[in-house]
Protein backbone atom coordinates (compact mmCIF):
# COMPACT_ATOMS: atom_id res chain seq x y z
CA UNK A 1 0.00 0.00 0.00
CA UNK A 2 2.44 2.35 1.30
CA UNK A 3 4.72 1.54 -1.93
CA UNK A 4 2.01 2.37 -4.22
CA UNK A 5 1.15 5.81 -2.31
CA UNK A 6 5.22 6.54 -2.91
CA UNK A 7 5.03 5.66 -6.59
CA UNK A 8 1.76 7.58 -7.17
CA UNK A 9 3.49 10.91 -5.34
CA UNK A 10 6.43 10.25 -7.89
CA UNK A 11 4.25 9.97 -10.94
CA UNK A 12 2.44 13.21 -9.26
CA UNK A 13 5.42 15.33 -9.08
CA UNK A 14 6.49 14.18 -12.37
CA UNK A 15 3.33 15.37 -13.73
CA UNK A 16 3.01 18.73 -11.63
CA UNK A 17 3.10 20.88 -15.13
CA UNK A 18 0.55 18.53 -16.71
CA UNK A 19 -1.89 18.90 -13.92
CA UNK A 20 -1.52 22.35 -13.97
CA UNK A 21 -1.98 22.60 -16.97
CA UNK A 22 -5.27 20.33 -16.66
CA UNK A 23 -6.43 22.65 -13.77
CA UNK A 24 -6.18 25.54 -16.20
CA UNK A 25 -7.70 24.29 -19.00
CA UNK A 26 -10.71 23.27 -16.29
CA UNK A 27 -11.01 26.61 -14.55
CA UNK A 28 -11.04 28.34 -18.19
CA UNK A 29 -14.06 25.42 -19.48
CA UNK A 30 -15.76 26.38 -16.20
CA UNK A 31 -15.79 30.49 -17.02
CA UNK A 32 -16.64 30.00 -20.19
CA UNK A 33 -19.60 28.21 -19.18
CA UNK A 34 -20.58 30.63 -16.88
CA UNK A 35 -19.85 33.43 -19.13
CA UNK A 36 -22.12 31.84 -22.31
CA UNK A 37 -24.93 31.07 -18.81
CA UNK A 38 -24.60 34.89 -17.81
CA UNK A 39 -25.20 35.51 -21.32
CA UNK A 40 -28.09 33.27 -22.32
CA UNK A 41 -29.41 35.31 -18.49
CA UNK A 42 -29.04 38.70 -20.30
CA UNK A 43 -30.86 37.42 -23.17
CA UNK A 44 -33.87 36.15 -21.59
CA UNK A 45 -34.23 38.95 -19.37
CA UNK A 46 -34.29 41.23 -22.11
CA UNK A 47 -36.80 39.47 -24.41
CA UNK A 48 -38.70 39.37 -21.17
CA UNK A 49 -38.64 43.24 -21.03
Do not use: K
Not at 6 to 25: I, P, V
Not at 27 to 47: E, K, Q
Amino acid sequence: MAIAVETGDRRHTRRATGSLMSQFRHAAGICTVAGSFTFLFALVIGLIR
